[in-house]
């Protein structure tokens, strides 16, 4: 159990960030957080070393976000909402923020995997590109690729609306 402690006490912070980074919610990733470390207590016979401990709990906080994304679509489909206003800006300032913003995360959402992960984990989560890569099981350059990748796609199809 003091092994576990330990554990928790080591990589719970970048596990509560990785899950931030995807549910951008403070109390579901509370939630989902403890549930991916009580998933690990019960499986950790079932680490084989295969990667570095740290990837295999995003692995299963990411599988738990999955399931919860499934679960809520089952419910209702959830609508983005991000608070963009600024004390120091006016109403219309904040509504224009509100809506690149917005239209960012659709054009994110669009994307194919592993693109738009690697958007998120960046964008959201402020991951450098060597944790991108150890979270997703791939290295630091294949990270930056698919970052530019996705940023250039984004661009593009900003660039034929105009």
């Known amino acids: 159990m003091n092994d576990m402690e330990q554990i928790y006490k080591k990589y719970m912070p970048q596990v509560y960030k990785f899950l931030f980074s995807l549910c951008h919610n403070a109390h579901l990733t509370e939630e989902l957080t403890q549930e991916t470390f009580y998933q690990a207590m019960k499986t950790i016979d079932d680490f084989r070393?295969?990667?570095?401990?740290?990837?295999?709990?995003?692995?299963?906080?990411?599988?738990?976000?999955?399931?919860?994304?499934?679960?809520?679509?089952r419910e209702k489909p959830a609508e983005i909402t991000e608070e963009t206003a600024s004390l120091d800006h006016g109403p219309e300032t904040a509504a224009i923020q509100k809506a690149e913003v917005l239209e960012l995360y659709k054009r994110l959402h669009t994307l194919e995997?592993?693109?738009?992960?690697?958007?998120?984990?960046?964008?959201n989560g402020n991951f450098s590109f060597k944790e991108i890569g150890e979270i997703l099981g791939r290295?630091?350059?294949?990270?930056?690729?698919?970052?530019?990748?996705?940023k250039q796609r984004i661009r593009k199809e900003l660039f034929y609306e105009m």
């Not at 401990?53 to 919860?68: D, F, P």
């Not at 995997?113 to 964008?123: A, D, I, K």
């Not at 290295?139 to 996705?150: H, I, L």
């Open 49 to 73: 070393g295969d990667c570095k401990l740290y990837v295999w709990l995003c692995q299963i906080a990411k599988h738990l976000w999955y399931k919860e994304l499934k679960k809520k679509e």
């Open 113 to 123: 995997e592993p693109l738009r992960e690697v958007m998120y984990l960046r964008l």
């Open 139 to 150: 290295d630091e350059n294949w990270a930056r690729v698919t970052f530019y990748r996705g």
